[in-house]
């Protein structure tokens, strides 16, 4: 929970690097508000959890791997790309949320979270399809390209999670 906590930093961090970059354009007002919804998320986090200072929690190897991979695209890549990397973590919830559906009642102190992060119905992900798809039609992407950062980042999801004791 923590250091999903600290990702939502660095996502809010990376999404005004990308946003910053970007040229004036729907794309450019799009990350920054998704930067800011990241901001209100781990503002919230900190909060339920009081922490103080997310930058002094040392994240595992497998989450801080994931974060760096995703600030990379931020800073060296075209902002569509930052796209790319926010599909995989925007497609895993929902689907956690499908699985999780018939135990919900089941997690004690965690159920309020569970509720409110794994909703199975949750379509975010289709807004960040739509403009990739978009900009891969208008040849502003390289589709090799964006699947790699996909993999990449999907990659990283998968090995956050699998982090985690259970």
Avoid at 33 to 58: N, V
Avoid at 134 to 141: E, R, V
């Amino acid at each position: 929970m923590v250091q999903d906590a600290v990702y939502c930093l660095k996502a809010h961090e990376s999404l005004s690097v990308a946003a910053k970059r970007a040229e004036m354009c729907p794309l450019k007002i799009f990350l920054d508000h998704e930067s800011s919804s990241y901001k209100s998320y781990y503002e919230d986090l900190f909060d339920k959890w009081h922490i103080r200072d997310g930058k002094a929690i040392e994240l595992g190897k497998e989450c801080q791997e994931y974060v760096d991979t995703v600030a990379d695209v931020a800073s060296k890549d075209d902002a569509y790309y930052m796209l790319v990397a926010l599909i995989p973590c925007a497609r895993l919830w929902p689907w956690l949320g499908q699985q999780l559906t018939a135990a919900k009642d089941n997690f004690g102190a965690y159920t309020d979270w569970v509720n409110s992060n794994f909703d199975p119905s949750s379509k975010g992900y289709k807004k960040l399809e739509v403009r990739v798809n978009a900009a891969f039609s208008n040849k502003q992407i390289d589709r090799n390209k964006a699947l790699n950062i996909y993999s990449k980042c999907m990659t990283g999801e998968a090995g956050f999670f699998g982090s985690v004791p259970i």
